[in-house]
């Protein structure tokens, strides 16, 4: 909460729809932050009345971390994506009340690396255990992410897909 910044916002997309946009942190592995889980209600209720969809990025260390999040909003959020992690993971769903569901989104990154780095700067770190300054990788690139349709009426979502597409670097 002493951090800048909200969390959450609205934006209107092109053809008008209301979007809200949550941004919660997880604590397993992190750090000691705010409640994930009650900054999602909170967020949600400030959402309510401004939002046709929502989609909650929940950036987080653990697969279960993340998969009780979308538990959790099932039915109150239209997507539900994590990021951090840098591995695309293969268990796209949708949930019963219609939450969207993807564990981790992936990474938008250099291929020749580990997750976007240097692959001998990393390397080298975990050999020697010694603080390290990371350089982005060069090289071929992917693009990963997440395509959701959602039905701005209900919030619910219809159908969704990952999306991984290589580039040149």
Known sequence: ANNPGRGWTCATA????????????GRVFMGDFDCPFRAADRALADLKEQADVVVVDMHAETTSEKAAMGWYLDGRASLVVGSHTHIQT???K???E???FLTDAGMCGPTRSVIGMRREDVIERF?????????VAGG???????????????GRA????????????
């Open 140 to 154: 071929p690139i992917l693009l990963q992410g997440v395509f959701v349709d959602v039905e701005p009426g209900t």
């Open 90 to 92: 293969a268990d796209e």
């Open 94 to 96: 949708i949930l019963p």
């Open 158 to 169: 219809n159908a969704i897909r990952r999306l991984q597409q290589k580039g040149k670097g």
């Open 127 to 135: 050999l020697s255990q010694r603080p390290a300054r990371f350089e």
């Open 14 to 25: 092109r053809d008008g729809t209301r979007v809200g946009v949550v941004n919660l942190i």
């Open 98 to 100: 219609g939450t969207g």
